[in-house]
């Protein structure tokens, strides 16, 4: 299976500041999501990641609020911009690879105060 | 869009006793149907997958099954051990199409000593 990494593993932030996290995978995918997970929650689908394109978001959310990229066939970020503490959640990547199976990254868990 | 619900939301067995998890979906061109388990802390792990061409499916202790006709599908996890206590989540995908997973709420699963 595709061994993803995530940095960071976990961050504080202010509000009204932004954080990138980085997605990295050892083998090229075509396919890479964004997803969220609050508390004791189920995983909700924020975007689906597009190689050399804008990102398809999810009802619900925008992109001047999560701006994508997806420079190449093994990275990609994910901006949470002008964070509240509504945004306190664990994001989390995800590809899927070429027998369609589909692999989590480890998680970024953000705290905004 | 594709909804997935799921059932119960908590299960306590005793362990060596069997456990059943309920799903249901709305898309009927959904044809991809991954389980994932999810311990306190860690990543959703894949733990199973079954496609629409497909009844039934077992590996070792876990089997899932489907009625295409119904838009059912349920886990069955057999002999329980305590190590099988996490929360389990049910997913509906249309593979060849939009690829992206959505997820029922989960299933948190206690295994009694």
């Known amino acids: 299976s595709a061994v993803i990494s995530q940095k960071p593993s976990r961050d504080i932030c202010q509000r009204g500041t932004s954080l990138t996290i980085q997605c990295q995978v050892d083998?090229?995918?075509?396919?890479m999501f964004w997803y969220r997970q609050q508390p004791g929650q189920s995983l909700t689908l924020i975007a689906t990641?597009?190689?050399?394109?804008?990102?398809?978001?999810e009802s619900g959310f925008v992109i001047d609020k999560f701006p994508i990229s997806r420079p190449n066939l093994t990275f990609s970020t994910l901006t949470v911009s002008n964070m509240s503490p509504e945004d306190s959640s664990i994001y989390l990547c995800?590809?899927?690879?070429?027998?369609?199976?589909?692999?989590f990254g480890p998680g970024t868990r953000l705290t905004v105060l | 869009g594709e909804n997935v619900e799921q059932h119960p939301s908590t299960l306590s067995v005793q362990e060596g006793d069997s456990a059943v998890i309920k799903c249901t979906y709305s898309?009927?061109?959904?044809?991809?149907f991954p389980w994932y388990k999810q311990e306190l802390g860690k990543r959703p792990q894949l733990i199973i997958d079954?496609?629409?061409?497909?009844g039934e499916k077992k590996d070792q202790r876990i089997a899932v099954t489907l009625n295409k006709t119904a838009k059912h599908f349920s886990l069955h996890i057999t002999e329980t051990q305590p190590e099988d206590s996490a929360v389990y989540f049910c997913?509906?995908?249309?593979?060849?199409?939009?690829?992206?997973?959505?997820f029922g709420k989960g299933t948190r699963l206690h295994i009694l000593p």
């Open positions: 083998s090229q995918v075509t396919m």
């Open positions: 997913a509906a995908s249309k593979r060849g199409g939009d690829d992206k997973i959505i």
């Open positions: 995800s590809v899927e690879d070429l027998r369609d199976t589909q692999y």
């Open positions: 079954i496609r629409s061409n497909v």
């Open positions: 898309d009927s061109a959904s044809n991809y």
């Open positions: 990641a597009n190689q050399g394109s804008e990102a398809t978001y």
